[in-house]
């Protein structure tokens, strides 16, 4: 991710391709009221031009970020931790099996929110909250037929050992990629930036 490694405008450059100098997010994260409307173009609106169906579920940030008429479906919560993303696996998994969207965006919280709380990586809450996120997207892999989707797992920035963020350190700023499904090549590949996720998901 591109310092500095804030959530808003991080997520701005996930969904739009464009670094956070232009993509309109602010600066710094700000509170749920100060958020405002992207003003770049986003996957989310290519593929409501495209007539895709579109869903997004996560923290309710989201809803002050993306234009509501660009998505089918929305799942939104309020507090994070372990309860909400077992509550967003579940609407997600409704969504696979009923809806299939498009194009879905799932955000889980309760990583980034044991690290606020209780310290970075080398807490036990942080892997216990790890530990959730890594079965919540069994559960979402079970439902995906990877012969015509893909899964697509990325973060908007890392934590520092005491659980701190907005930094340069290598450990905000770089985190992993992975992909599978439908087009993807397995192998390891050269490293890529935020900037790199929104064009290779759009082609």
Known sequence: SFAPTYSHTSWATLLSGAPPEINTALPVDRPLTALSLLRVDTMFGRAHQAQQKTALLGPAEWQRLVPR???????????????????????????????????????????????????????????????????????????????????????????????GFGGSEAEVIWQPLVMVGNGVVPGRYSDVRQTDIAPTLST
């Open 69 to 163: 008429n660009q998505l089918n479906e929305t799942f939104f919560v309020n507090i994070p931790g372990p309860e909400a993303d077992r509550a967003v696996q579940d609407a997600g998994l409704a969504l696979l099996k009923n809806n299939n969207p498009d194009l879905m965006l799932i955000h889980f919280t309760q990583l980034d929110y044991a690290a606020r709380q209780q310290g970075g990586a080398a807490g036990n809450a942080y892997q216990q909250a790890a530990a959730g996120i890594d079965a919540h997207l069994e559960q979402l892999s079970r439902a995906i037929d990877f012969n015509s989707q893909t899964l697509v797992i990325v973060s908007d920035h890392g934590h520092i050992g005491a659980g």
